[in-house]
């Protein structure tokens, strides 16, 4: 393992959380402290705890989609080292285009825009040529069981198993070197849970990083190498500020 | 990895205060790059459309630069001569107004609406100058036929089309919006959107787009800032402002949309 330090991919350290709700009376809740983890190259962290522990708040913070208070979460994107923490916004566009795919647990996508488009995207974006992009989507939702007939149509009056899987497709279009999945399996049937399985494990042996939520015992003994437990040392605590609470009023 | 993008656009500590009361602006700075577009949201009243104004060269500051990056070098706004700005502004700034007959020429044709700031650029051939408003006209999704007719008689989603097609015909490098799709009906909004997203896509221009409107912010902007009584109170990557929101008021802005 002498060569372990070079595959790192991702890099946390002492990260923390907490929001402070202004509009609910100043409220704070912590929701983690410190915590550090590395993920390696062709590696499957599960983050594992009970509900509320702070597992997608965790993933969020990896995707600087939420801020943390305090730490450093470093990528490796291109041969440097950025941290996601302190970057400016353009440089986590650039991480997120190129370097770091998030699944969420929900597809949140642009109104009107047809499935095709909306799983093609993320490769268009890179400079992918349509034609390619658009082949790639095809066999990824073909993969992934979604009817042909719906490829042409906004994913937003889809089942959520249907939405799901438009969200999947759409975070493999992009070979990206670190993963971040949210349940990815959560409303799906078995043969759709197996397809999942698939795509994760491919990406593993191409050597994706990839830290995710699995709440299915079945999917996470296929697809995790090990568990990272959330929520042993965050203190949850909740406290009034009514100084705030006037503030905002 | 592509390299950063060219500064477009740089605000140092810009003021404007009206009539001596409570400052409309105070002390703004943020930069932008070539294809980053910027949401600025807040209330009526915040600031933002005054802070727009002074970017678009129509209200002087009382304090503060606003610099803009030309062919090779960078101006000064609001420290050169105003022959010089009325000359650099046209070819280098377009401002889209809420209220498409504040942007358009209602007396003048939809082609020549186009055409007309193409020609004060130096455009002069005739024909070229038809082929690109027509171009224009299809790229905003309004019939090719209606070129000679007066933008008086189009719906307001179409006028408003027709002023985004004016104020993009010329290329500038720096587009400002203010509310583009605000006074249109819903299911107009929407295509509208559609439009712009697309078109800054497609032509990577810099776009500061003000709003009040979360919705608009999310689907148009790469980064936020939030203004409340003149100040950046909150900015960031737009997804990080609207879906972890720190400030008070930020917080208060998000947790008011309705959910569809």
Same mark, same amino acid.
């Given at each position: 393992m002498k060569d372990t330090i070079m595959t790192i991919l991702v890099s946390v350290d002492g990260l923390s959380k907490a929001f402070t709700l202004h509009t609910q009376g100043g409220a704070e809740i912590e929701?983690?402290?410190?915590v550090s983890l590395e993920v390696l190259a062709g590696e499957c962290v599960c983050l594992h705890g009970p509900s509320g522990a702070g597992k997608s708040t965790l993933l969020r913070s990896l995707y600087a989609n939420y801020k943390p208070d305090a730490g450093q979460i470093i990528v490796q994107h291109g041969g440097e080292s950025i941290d996601l923490v302190s970057a400016e916004p353009w440089e986590v566009l650039e991480v997120r285009r190129h370097t770091m795919g998030y699944v969420s647990q929900f597809l949140r996508v642009i109104p009107r825009v047809v499935t095709i488009d909306v799983v093609a995207e993320p490769a268009i974006a890179i400079g992918i040529p349509a034609d390619e992009a658009h082949a790639k989507a095809k066999a990824l939702l073909a993969r992934l069981s979604i009817p042909e007939r719906l490829w042409s149509l906004a994913p937003a009056t889809f089942s959520g198993g249907e939405q799901q899987r438009v969200n999947i497709a759409r975070g493999f279009m992009v070979n990206y070197p670190v993963l971040l999945l949210d349940?990815?399996?959560?409303?799906?049937d078995s043969a759709n849970r197996r397809s999942v399985v698939e795509l994760i494990n491919e990406a593993k042996a191409r050597g994706t990083a990839i830290v995710g939520i699995f709440h299915d015992e079945e999917v996470r003994e296929a697809v995790a190498d090990r568990l990272f437990e959330v929520g042993h040392s965050s203190v949850r605590k909740s406290r009034r500020r009514t100084a705030t609470a006037e503030a905002v009023a | 990895m592509k390299a950063r993008a060219r500064e477009i656009l740089r605000v140092e500590r810009l003021s404007k205060t009206f009539g001596g009361r409570v400052p409309a602006c105070s002390a703004v700075s943020f930069s932008l790059r070539q294809g980053e577009v910027l949401g600025i949201v807040g209330? #009526? +009243? #915040? +600031?933002k459309s005054t802070l727009l104004r002074c970017l678009a060269g129509r209200i002087q500051p009382d304090e503060g630069k606003v610099l803009i990056a030309s062919d090779d070098h960078i101006i000064d706004l609001w420290t050169m001569d105003e022959a010089s700005r009325e000359q650099f502004l046209p070819t280098t700034v377009s401002l889209i107004h809420q209220n498409p007959r504040d942007g358009l020429r209602l007396d003048i044709s939809a082609g020549g609406n186009i055409a007309e700031p193409l020609m004060a650029a130096g455009g002069r051939h005739y024909g070229s100058l038809r082929t690109t408003a027509l171009e224009w006209l299809q790229k905003v999704d309004i019939e090719k036929r209606r070129i000679d007719d007066l933008p008086e008689i189009f719906s307001g989603g179409m006028q408003q089309r027709l002023q985004i097609a004016r104020g993009l015909a010329t290329h500038p490098r720096l587009v400002l919006m203010d509310e583009p799709t605000g006074g249109l009906d819903v299911s107009v909004q929407a295509k509208l959107l559609d439009l712009l997203r697309s078109l800054v896509r497609e032509l990577g221009i810099a776009v500061v787009v003000v709003t009040h409107d979360i919705g608009v912010a999310r689907l148009l902007a790469d980064r936020l800032m939030v203004m409340q009584r003149g100040r950046v109170i909150e900015e960031g990557l737009t997804d990080q402002v609207l %879906? %972890?929101? =720190? =400030?008070a008021y930020t917080q208060l802005l998000v947790s008011s949309v309705l959910q569809g």
């Open positions: 929701v983690f402290k410190d349940e990815p399996t959560a409303s799906l | 209330e #009526s +009243g #915040s +600031g %879906d %972890d929101p =720190h =400030h």
